[in-house]
């Protein structure tokens, strides 16, 4: 994977050389690089795998997940992902599509929480079910717009957490995710940061999300993408599926409904 | 068993254009995992492709491709509802092929 990684930095600075080094050009150079790679997104593979995952019996039950629930009825799936997070009655909980996959896959295959969520993300040589069945089912959603209004007053809680964790300055670095997302054209290093207080920042983010990560080799899902930018930002890294996180979904989900999905989405 | 490729294939003007990501590790045999132990080599070691059972294309491939590898090529002829079949073999013997339609 390094290197690999190397690699890939030399194909982009190859590609930077004889230009101008002014922000707007890299960025170009950056969006070339990544139209060259979208052709190929390996992510597809993924979805593939994703699919025939969906529809295998597994689990002590031997069930499939068609029947599963993801905010449109049982086996609906065509534009769930974009209707996401919102409340559910059966939890009584505002849900993601992950804590939603991982839902149906205690409830109607048997897992336990623990054998569902044991490999949430891959590793080099360690596959995740996780990472494959989200790009299938965010994938569903391709085409479709981001509607989350988060109007029932569940969700308009959490999108209110959400919001408040954005600016909160905490750990030992006094960071906010607002310090590195809430202005226009800012990077680090030669990452675009995007603004995700406004609609077009928060869509152009969001309605590319799970996303291929050529840098990692590895599709991320939004969670990932959520606890690695509190890592980034020196915070205690929360669980996977904690609610902060599915509280920041609901907030930047809300800002950027409109957008029309495209993913799964390639990344640096 | 290895995961399946996908593959596109289009016919227009009597060319074929088709595109095949596959679904492999890649691995150079030079990476270390995160207790330091050298993760050995496995890499796909030839591509084929084949047009209603005659070869259009015999590739080699090394360590210097991809995670998940990527290929676009053209033959002259395919028509549409023709078979276009690819297959791999890696460095361990691990094979797979996989087949579509040209569109």
Redesign the interface.
């Known amino acids: 994977?390094?290197?690999?990684l190397h690699?890939?930095v030399a194909t982009v600075a190859l590609g930077i050389g004889g230009t101008a080094v002014a922000q707007g050009s890299t960025m170009d150079e950056i969006a070339k690089y990544r139209e060259m790679l979208a052709?190929?997104?390996?992510a597809?593979?993924l979805e593939?795998?994703g699919e025939a995952l969906w529809k295998k019996p597994r689990g002590p039950r031997s069930a499939s997940l068609e029947q599963c629930d993801m905010g449109l009825g049982p086996g609906k799936l065509e534009g769930a992902y974009a209707q996401l997070p919102r409340y559910f009655a059966d939890t009584k909980k505002v849900m993601d599509a992950e804590s939603r996959l991982v839902h149906c896959m205690m409830t109607l295959q048997g897992f336990s929480e623990t054998e569902a969520t044991k490999n949430w993300f891959s590793k080099?040589?360690q596959d995740s079910d996780i990472e494959a069945l989200i790009t299938y089912i965010g994938g569903q959603s391709n085409g479709a717009k981001i509607n989350v209004p988060a109007r029932h007053p569940e969700e308009a809680r959490m999108a209110k957490v959400g919001e408040y964790i954005f600016y909160r300055r905490s750990g030992p670095q006094d960071f906010s995710c607002a310090i590195c997302h809430g202005q226009e054209g800012k990077r680090i290093r030669l990452q675009d940061l995007g603004k995700l207080t406004s609609q077009a920042g928060a869509g152009a983010a969001m309605s590319t999300w799970p996303s291929y990560r050529v840098s990692q080799?590895a599709v991320w899902t939004m969670q990932r993408r959520l606890i690695d930018c509190m890592r980034q930002a020196r915070w205690p890294e929360p669980s996977y599926l904690a609610d902060s996180i599915i509280a920041l979904e609901v907030f930047l989900q809300k800002t950027a409904s409109g957008t029309v999905m495209q993913t799964p989405g390639i990344k640096r | 068993m290895a995961d399946p490729m996908k593959i596109r294939a289009s016919a227009k003007e009597g060319v074929t254009e088709v595109k095949v990501l596959m679904s492999h590790e890649m691995e150079t045999g030079q990476r270390k995992d995160s207790s330091g132990n050298l993760v050995p080599a496995h890499f796909i070691t030839e591509v084929t492709a084949e047009h209603n059972g005659k070869q259009v294309l015999a590739a080699q491939f090394g360590t210097a491709i991809s995670k998940n590898p990527y290929l676009a090529f053209k033959f002259k002829g395919g028509a549409k509802g023709d078979k276009l079949a690819v297959s791999w073999v890696d460095s361990k013997g691990d094979k797979r092929s996989d087949e579509v339609l040209i569109g």
């Open positions: 994977m390094r290197t690999r690699a890939l052709d190929g997104n390996p597809e593979l593939m795998k080099p040589g080799g």
